[in-house]
């Protein structure tokens, strides 16, 4: 048999951002954190447990049940291509969305996937944030250094409590995306 086994890097399916424009750096580490969150064709609508959701007006806030793992028995909100927990999209979206609604009082989020990606872009570019500057670090080749840093808000990255299968895959992964993000950008 002089078939080799594919490579399971190129088996996870990362569709290209819905945002246009962007850090084409901080866009393939956001790809890279979704392979690990949220792999598949439909990472915008999915719920944690892999249910999928069609309205996407407002954060789900569905509480799904963890199975599995450490935190076997809580519930889980982590929603859409980066499986953001509804309290981390209700802490960042009031400072990175570029078109909140705004009736009276009450001011409404959008979370279709343009803002998924404009929100979590504007977060990751944040250097007060994260206390560093990962687009600079991931242009200086460290992305451990930034995959460290980012384990505590995504536990798949490979340093966190929930490791995973895709979690050793994650720096070809990134090449891979990197390569596609600056082709993008008439960079590659």
């Known amino acids: 048999n002089l078939r080799s086994r594919p490579d399971p890097v190129f088996n996870t399916r990362q569709p290209p951002l819905v945002m246009k424009g962007g850090d084409p750096y901080i866009r393939a580490l956001m790809r890279t954190i979704s392979a690990s969150e949220a792999s598949g064709n439909r990472p915008y609508s999915l719920l944690y ?7 996407l007006s407002r954060h789900p806030e569905k509480c799904v049940t963890i199975v599995v793992g450490p935190n076997k028995g809580n519930c889980s909100t982590a929603a859409g291509r980066y499986q953001l927990i509804n309290t981390t999209w209700f802490t960042i979206a009031p400072k990175y969305h570029p078109k909140p609604t705004r009736l009276m009082f009450w001011v409404h989020y959008s979370f279709e996937p343009e803002y998924q990606d ?5 977060w990751l570019s ?9 687009s600079q670090l991931l242009r200086q080749g460290k992305l451990d250094e930034v995959l460290r840093r980012l384990s505590p808000t995504w536990t798949s990255l490979g340093y966190g409590i929930e490791t995973n299968s895709v979690s050793p895959l994650l720096p070809k992964i990134y090449q891979k995306m990197l390569q596609e993000e600056l082709k993008m950008a008439g960079k590659g």
Not at 49 to 55: F, I, K, N
Not at 118 to 122: G, L
Not at 126 to 134: E, H, T
């Open 126 to 134: 944040d250097s007060q944030v994260w206390g560093v500057n990962i």
């Open 49 to 55: 447990g892999g249910e999928h959701v069609s309205d």
């Open 118 to 122: 404009t929100v979590v872009h504007s």
